[in-house]
């Protein structure tokens, strides 16, 4: 069958986009595997479809392992712009349904403003932060992100006894008292990534966990842009945490499946 598919990217992490509103997608991890590939397929760090729930719509997003996974901030925000194109936001604003829960997303411009969830466990650990923005992110700060070999490393942490079912990986610079600089493992991707929404989200709230910022205002570099992250705390839960940055369409084609 032919396929229609639309190509996104938001701060370089990059999305194949299906509209499945009819329900004719074929979910079947080989097929979203070869989608993905990027020497075969269309290439991308993940595919996430358009589903209608409830009187909502509702997002599914996929590693480009062909797996489905949690949440994906940077993927929710090429969502959000996704819906936009296709005419169905109304106004400067729109919600859906993730796997994590109801998301809003604010149109300003170039940038989405995406309202992630609450986050009130924070395991903090002398060498490491873990903790969950949708999906599950190791924090570590080191002194030069550049010198990091993310892949090695990552991956050691990924597939270490820490976590049976794998985390995100994410290596923090400090620039300032409110400015970072990350760089992220995927699981899934198994590699690095050039962004990574729920990753930096993780590493801002991080930051001001460990009294390394009082500013709720975190602003990120990563390899594919920049991003901002804002939040508020009270007694150690994270509230209104919202991740900032551009999306936008790359391309739309149909391509061939089988």
Known sequence: MKLHFYKYQGAG??????????????????????LCNRRFGIGADGLITLRKSDNLYGMRYFNSDGNESTMCGNGGRCFARFLQDLGLANGNSIEFDAIDGLHSAEFTGDNIKLQMIDVDTINKNKDYTFLNTGSPHHVVFVENTAEIDVKKEGANIRYSDLYPEGSNVNFVEILNDNKIKVRTYERGVEDETLSCGTGVTACAITLNALGKTN????????????????????????????????????????????
């Open 13 to 34: 992490n990059d999305f194949v986009m299906i509209d499945d509103r009819q329900n004719v997608f074929p979910y079947k991890t080989k097929i979203i595997e070869f």
């Open 215 to 258: 500013k709720n205002k975190v602003f990120i570099e990563a390899l594919g842009g920049n991003l901002e992250v804002e939040f508020n705390e009270s007694n150690g839960i994270y509230s209104d945490v919202f991740l900032i940055g551009p999306a936008q369409k790359s391309f739309e084609g149909e391509i061939e499946i089988k």
